[in-house]
């Protein structure tokens, strides 16, 4: 049985940061899921990827469009993109150092096969802890560009996050977010986003049918 498409949203942007940025963008799925061990299926995608995934990719993935364009992004905001690389390629500069793209847990996996096979950076929150819907802010201090809640401040955009509404053992429901930025089309957003709620749609229900997938 297949599982429900989950209702995809586009967070709102303060008016000064819309003004500066105009393709800019965060979408965001909220889902019913749970942490928890890897399932078979995903680890052999990992495995299969990495096979896939050529040291001569690795070296070239900046120049394809999408990565590109969060290069352009992070040195438009004052992020070094060699000191601080954008996510896909933190994920790739990892496999070139592993060897391949080692198996940590569903969410993370979920995460890693997502970004991966669409370039696009996708993050979770324990939806129960953001207090109403993501906000995309500048702090006024030091302008710096952050995901907000009606509580506050909870994760810059592309840098730390506050721990209190990470993914845990005891999260039963997940939010995804996906930023967008000029150069990356909406359909490769809106597809990250599909691709990591269906993987972890599909372990969350490996653990209910009885799978051996509990928490590591």
């Known amino acids: 049985m297949s599982t429900p498409e989950p209702d995809l949203r586009w967070a709102e942007v303060a008016e000064d940061l819309a003004a500066e940025f105009p393709a800019l963008g965060l979408a965001f799925v909220v889902i019913p899921a749970t942490p928890g061990r890897t399932p078979p299926g995903l680890r052999r995608r990992l495995k299969d990827m990495s096979n896939r995934y050529s040291g001569a990719r690795a070296v070239n993935l900046r120049q394809e469009p999408i990565p590109w364009a969060y290069r352009v992004f992070f040195r438009q905001v004052g992020i070094d993109p060699d000191e601080s690389p954008t996510p896909v390629e933190a994920i790739s500069l990892e496999r070139m150092r592993a060897g391949e793209f080692k198996s940590r847990n569903l969410v993370d996996d979920a995460l890693l096969c997502a970004t991966m096979d669409t370039g696009v950076a996708v993050f979770a929150f324990d939806a129960d802890e953001v207090s109403g819907a993501p906000r995309l ?68 229900l490996g653990k209910s049918a009885g799978g051996d997938h509990t928490s590591r």
């Open 137 to 204: 802010d500048l702090t006024p201090k030091n302008r710096q560009l952050v995901i907000s809640d009606d509580d506050g401040v909870v994760a810059e955009l592309f840098g730390r996050r506050d721990q209190s509404i990470g993914v845990t053992d005891q999260t039963r429901s997940i939010m995804l977010c996906a930023p967008r930025v000029k150069g990356v089309p909406e359909v490769s957003v809106q597809e990250a986003l599909w691709v990591a709620s269906d993987l972890l749609a599909a372990g969350t």
